[in-house]
């Protein structure tokens, strides 16, 4: 984003060996385990008007899940994803910019193909994969083209219309929606 590389540019990876997540957090992955890939998105309004940025992007994760069949997949505040209770994907997002002017979020996200057990055991928390829950193989090629779509989709109604566009519709996907948490 700071060396000026264009809105829309995207770098995947179906191996990622210094994954991180919130928290200073590793993301586990092993080649073909997970579908981790970065998106730079060049905003007109600057960063103090991105409140609720990482929720509508975890909506438009939903979406593309629900494309593929993976309909219990749903949101948890404010930046996973979802099924059963155990973690599909996670979210990370950096911005740089003015708080006033144009800003750029670089999207980082982390979705579960088809973890093999030894990359199970070195994560601190219940975890899933699109394996686990769905009788297709899944195309990373394929399944990433569905997420971007849905991406600029969700992040073009976000710009204009902020996220009170998307928050009844995110609220429906919320995992613990009315519940007690700690």
Not at 11 to 34: D, E, H, M
Not at 150 to 176: C, I, K, M, N, P
Request: proline share 4%; glycine share 10%; no cysteine.
């Amino acid at each position: 984003a700071a060396s000026y590389a264009p809105h829309g540019m995207v770098a995947a990876a179906l191996l990622q060996t210094k994954g991180r997540g919130r928290r200073g957090r590793s993301w586990q992955a092993a080649f073909g385990a997970s579908l981790t890939f970065s998106l730079l998105w060049r905003f007109q309004m600057g960063a103090s008007a991105l409140s609720g940025l990482s929720l509508a992007v975890g909506l438009a994760l939903v979406r593309a899940l629900h494309h593929y069949g993976l309909r219990s997949a749903q949101l948890k505040w404010p930046n996973d994803i979802l099924v059963q209770g155990r973690k599909l994907a996670g979210i990370l997002i950096e911005l740089n910019g003015d708080m006033d002017g144009p800003s750029a979020a670089v999207i980082g996200i982390g979705l579960n193909l088809n973890l093999p057990p030894a990359i199970r055991t070195q994560i601190d928390q219940p975890v899933t994969d699109m394996a686990s829950h769905l009788p297709i193989d899944i195309d990373p090629n394929a399944l990433l083209g569905q997420l971007l779509h849905e991406l600029a989709q969700v992040l073009d109604t976000f710009e204009r219309e902020g996220f009170s566009a998307l928050r009844e519709e995110w609220q429906a996907h919320h995992a613990y929606h009315g519940e007690v948490v700690k």
